[in-house]
């Protein structure tokens, strides 16, 4: 909510937090709305008393029988079959002077998830609104729904999927996984815990309640799963990092959860981008064995906000995690809103996760490791370092999250050095696999160079172009002939 400065009201215009209404024949019935709409999006003031002239300026009409207004709103506010929740305080509701004219300012505060969705008309479904720009829109039955299921006081990634079997989790996963917990904490008397026994310690399976046998929890799934068997349960799933480090391709690398050339799942997902996120800051940072033993406040910052969208992702919600790499910027964005308000998630210290056992398995091994803190991280050492400040939206229907990270002017020169060096070794590499067998195959190549198919098929066209090798025969029966 913004502080209004009641002595010049006129020079205001209606916002995505503010609203303006004439109450000269009493409550205008778009009240309900509009304060149903400011609770399910990021709260904002009600005027009652002012018209909206057709150039959008404000003319002050004033309100009279005040004490008759507050008493009919504050008996419709506490009807449960007009209004589902009353979450005002009688400090929310004051009458103001606006140019010498009595006013009535209602704050209207974010709705907590608990409430939430605020809806009118004892109609859940068609009662619910939101605010965008400067109207409210009645919600769609997705944007309610996501808000009932926010509601739960048990974690999303709790649930038992009893309809599945722990085959569904990818054993190479689990056994990365356990090599890292292993390294960063060493002696831990879970380590040596048969596979299925250390999983239940993590909360990736549990026995069922009807039958009894092991079954895959939301988060075990999604953290080890392969990508086919996450969309049975999560039927909009998709990881998606891009980079976009050049003007004349789309994209000079990209990273989809379901390319089949790799397991698909938030744990590999986060390893195999880790590294592409931060290539472009020079920082001295090492890896051990997949595990961290050099840090940085970017570099922690920079992890705990791709942690962050992961474990708050609301992984029922359309188009996935998207992450763009641009040369002066990061964009990490997430299905699902803010279960806390903005300012709170950005200041610290408090910390509603929608996935719970998410957060645990990370914490196992050392990402995410203080609860609230991810957010905070970043937009501290951004301005410890005089960087420009990070953003932190939320955009709904559909409901997604998105920070925007702007990286300094001579990390873009360091990443773009480093990406030259990265494409050499990659093209020397393939030059050596044709070399090595002509016959070679272009899945051959993805597994013995650790790639995607179409980036190993962009090193092949800029081979080609460049007449550093040529295919002899067809596709299926030829070879490889590199131009020495």
């Known amino acids: 909510m913004q502080n209004i400065d009641f002595d010049n009201l006129a020079q205001y215009r209606e916002n995505n937090r503010l609203e303006v209404k004439s109450a ?51 008996d419709t506010i506490n009807n449960r079959k007009k209004v589902s929740v009353n979450i005002l305080t009688d400090s929310m509701v004051s009458v103001d002077k606006a140019m010498g004219k009595d006013v009535i300012c209602i704050a209207v505060p974010r709705a907590n ?36 299921r926010d509601q739960s006081a048990i974690s999303q990634d709790s649930k038992l999927l009893e309809e599945m079997d722990i085959n569904v989790l990818d054993q190479d996963a689990v056994k990365r996984y356990r090599t890292i917990f292993s390294n960063v904490r060493p002696g831990h008397v879970w380590t040596t815990l048969a596979d299925e026994l250390f999983l239940e310690k993590i909360g990736a399976i549990a026995h069922g309640r009807e039958d009894g046998k092991l079954h895959p929890t939301g988060a075990g799934l999604l953290m080890f799963g392969s990508e086919y068997s996450i969309v049975r349960e999560y039927g909009s799933y998709f990881l998606d990092y891009r980079e976009e480090l050049s003007p004349s391709t789309r994209w000079t690398d990209r990273v989809i959860s379901s390319s089949g050339d790799w397991s698909g799942n938030v744990f590999d997902f986060f390893f195999r981008i880790y590294g592409k996120l931060v290539s472009g800051i020079k920082i001295p940072f090492k890896l051990k064995q997949e ?3 050099e840090d940085t406040p970017a570099h922690k910052a920079i992890r705990e906000a791709l942690a962050n969208a992961l474990i708050h992702a609301n992984y029922y919600g359309r188009r996935g995690i998207v992450i763009i790499r641009k040369q002066g910027s990061i964009s990490i964005s997430n299905p699902g809103t803010l279960r806390i308000a ?80 990265s494409n050499q070794k990659s093209n020397q590499k393939i030059l050596e696999l044709m070399k090595n067998n002509p016959a070679i195959t272009i899945k051959q190549m993805m597994s013995e160079a650790g790639l995607s198919e179409s980036g190993i098929k962009k090193i092949v066209k800029v081979l080609k172009t460049n007449g550093i090798i040529r295919r002899v025969g067809s596709d299926k029966a030829g070879h490889w002939e590199v131009m020495e």
């Open 24 to 74: 000269e024949k009493g409550l205008p019935k778009s009240l309900w709305e509009t304060y149903s709409a400011f609770a399910n999006t990021s709260g904002g003031n009600i005027i009652l008393g002012v018209k909206e002239n057709k150039d959008h300026s404000f003319y002050i009409t004033g309100v009279t029988g005040q004490d008759r207004l507050l008493k009919e709103f504050w």
């Open 113 to 148: 998830r608990t409430d939430k969705p605020i809806y009118i008309d004892n109609d859940i479904f068609s009662g619910t609104f939101r605010r965008n720009g400067e109207g409210d829109y009645h919600c769609t039955r997705e944007e309610t729904t996501n808000m009932l």
């Open 291 to 293: 595990t961290r033993i």
């Open 342 to 421: 903005p300012e709170e998630a950005i200041s610290g210290g408090l910390s509603d996760p929608r996935n719970s056992i998410l957060i645990k398995m990370f914490n196992l091994i050392n990402i995410g490791e203080r609860a609230g803190s991810g957010l905070p991280e970043i937009f501290s050492v951004w301005k410890q370092n005089g960087w420009k400040t990070p953003e932190l939206k939320e955009s709904f229907d559909p409901d997604r999250t998105e920070l925007l990270i702007s990286l300094p002017v001579s990390n873009q020169k360091s990443n773009q050095k480093s990406n030259q060096k």
